[in-house]
C-alpha cells in the first residue's frame, strides 16, 4: 500500500506512523519547575543525536491539559536542566503511571510510587529505581512544523553532562543490554523489551 501522510488516506483503523518507525527508545524524563516541584514523564519521540559531546532530544508533543507547554517543556526552559531515565521492563507499569494527562502541581514520582534521587550536576532528580540517568543541559527547545493547529510539536535538545550506571549492568567493562532490559515503543499500545543481543562487526 501506499499513503499520503499529508492527507491521511491509509484507509486503516489507525495510523500506521509509528507502527512503522519501530522500535523507540523511552526517555523518561525527569525535571522540576522553578517553585520546587518535579515532574517525570516517559517520551517515544527521544533519541541519541551526537556523540562528542554526548546529547539526546525528547519532543513533547500537544499542549498540558491545564494549556500552555507540558511540564516537561515547561520545566526543561524554565531551568535549562533534564534528566533521562531508563525505562527498563521492571519498572513498566510505573513509567505507563507517570504517562497519566494529571493536573499541574501533581508529582508523578509520588503517583507512580517512584524514588526521588538527588542528582550531581543539575537540580531535576533522578530515578532510583532506573539503572541509567543522563543528567543533561538544554542546548536548544525548537518548534516544530505541525499539521494540526490545536496540537504543537517541541523537541528538547540537551547536552548530557554526566552519566549514572548501576554497577550490576557493567559486565566485562561494558554495559549489557540484556541486564537493563530497556524497554521501547512500538505502534499502536505495543511496547517491547531487548533481553537478547546479537554483535555484527562493521565492515572495514
Not at 500500500?1 to 524524563?29: E, S
Not at 519521540?45 to 500552555?68: K, L, S
Amino acid at each position: 500500500m501506499f499513503y499520503r501522510c499529508d492527507v491521511n488516506d491509509h484507509g486503516l483503523p489507525y495510523n500506521p506512523f509509528k507502527a512503522c518507525v519501530i522500535p523507540r527508545p523511552i526517555g523518561w524524563i525527569s525535571t522540576v519547575s522553578v517553585g520546587g516541584v518535579p515532574n517525570l514523564s516517559p517520551f517515544s519521540f527521544f533519541n541519541a543525536i551526537n556523540e562528542r559531546p554526548p546529547m539526546v532530544m525528547y519532543c513533547p508533543n500537544g499542549e498540558h491539559r491545564d494549556g500552555g507547554e507540558k511540564d516537561s517543556v515547561k520545566n526543561a526552559r524554565d531551568t535549562g536542566e533534564f534528566v533521562v531515565n531508563l525505562a527498563s521492563y521492571d519498572q513498566r507499569d510505573a513509567m505507563n503511571t507517570s504517562a497519566a494527562s494529571v493536573p499541574r502541581g501533581v508529582d508523578e514520582f509520588e503517583l507512580a510510587g517512584l524514588t526521588k534521587e538527588a542528582s550531581t550536576l543539575v537540580r531535576a532528580p533522578r530515578l532510583k529505581e532506573s539503572p541509567v540517568n543522563l543528567e543533561c543541559a538544554v542546548v536548544d527547545i525548537l518548534e516544530l512544523p505541525t499539521s494540526d493547529d490545536k496540537r504543537s510539536g517541541r523537541m528538547v535538545l540537551g547536552r548530557v553532562l554526566g552519566i549514572h550506571i548501576r554497577d550490576e549492568v557493567i559486565v566485562d567493562g561494558m554495559v549489557r543490554a540484556e541486564l537493563l532490559r530497556p524497554l521501547s515503543r512500538l505502534g499502536y499500545m505495543d511496547y517491547a523489551v531487548t533481553d537478547s543481543v546479537f554483535q555484527l562487526e562493521r565492515p572495514k
